[in-house]
C-alpha cells in the first residue's frame, strides 16, 4: 500500500527503524525511529516518532512523540509534538513542542546541503548600461 | 499547628506580583507573577497563571502561560494547554501532547550544576550592562573595579592574539625593510 502526503502528493515511507550501530547521515521516514544503547547517529532525522536509547547528535523533526530514556544523549535541535525525558538522560538541545508543529510540506524532505555556488545568469542586457572598452 | 511538608501557600487568581518571591513549601499560583519566584517543594502553576521571569523550584507543574527560565531540581511536567518559552533545566522533563514549549533545554544529571553557572555569568552580565548605564553597583564590585582602574589594560583595536602575533613580526619586517634599503 502507498501513501502519499496530502500537501505535496510525495509518496510517504511508514519504515519503522532500529539502529544498533553508529551512522552518520540523513534519515526520513514516517515511522518510528529506535537508537538502540550502543548506537549513535549524527545527521538529520525526520520521522513520525523518535525514542533515543543511545546518542543523537543532529537535528530531528518529529511528528509525534519524542522519548529520551535514562542513559541517552541529544544534542542539537528538536522538533516534535511532545517530549519526554527520563531521569538519568541528557539533553543540551533547542526544543520546539508544539500541539501542531509548524511544519510545510517541504519538511519532511530532506533539502540537499549545498555543494557549489551557482553563479547568476544575466537574463536580460539593456544597451544603456553599456560601454565602450577604453 | 500547622504542618509545613501537607500546606501549600495558594495565590488566587486575582492577585498580581512583582519581585521576588520565597516559599518554603508546596505553592499553587493562579495569578499573575513577574520576578524571581523559589519555591522548594512542588510548584503548581494554574490554567490562569501567568508567570515571567525566573522560576527555581523543587518540581513543577505548569499548566499555564509562563515566559520564564526554569531550574527545577526534580521534573517539570506542561500539562495540555501549557505554554512555557525560555530555558529550562532540570533532570526530568515530561511535555504532553497540547503543551506548546521554545527555548532551551538542559536536562541531564549536571544540569542543575549549567544552570548555576549560567546564572553566575548572567548576574556578571546584568553587572557589568548595569556599569555601562553609569547605575549604582553592589557594594561586593566595588572593591574589584577599584583595582581594575589602578591597573588598566591595554586598548586594543584587534584581538589580543592577533596583536601578539603583529607585535613579535614588527621587528621581522623592519629588520627586513632596512636589508632591503641598504642592499
Redesign the interface.
Known sequence: MSVRCPSCTRPLEFKDLTLRARMQGDVSTMGHVELSSPSEMIGRLVCGQFTNTGRFEGQAVVYG?IV?TGKSLTIGE?TG???????????????????KPRLGPNSGKLRERPTRKLIPRIAAVSPKGLRPLA | MSDARTSKTVLGPDCRISGELTLDNDALIMGQFTGTLRVTGTLELSESSQVSGMIIAGALRLAGHAEADVVVEDAVELLPGAQLVGQLYTSRLNIVEGATFQGDVCVGPKAIQAAKEALKQNDEHDALSSLDQGMTQPASSIGQDQDQQEDPAPITTVPGSVNQILQRRRPKVLSARNGNGIG
Open positions: 512523540a529520551l528538536l509534538k511532545s517530549l519526554i525525558i527520563h531521569h538519568g538522560a541528557t539533553a543540551r538541545a533547542k526544543a520546539n513542542i508544539l500541539p
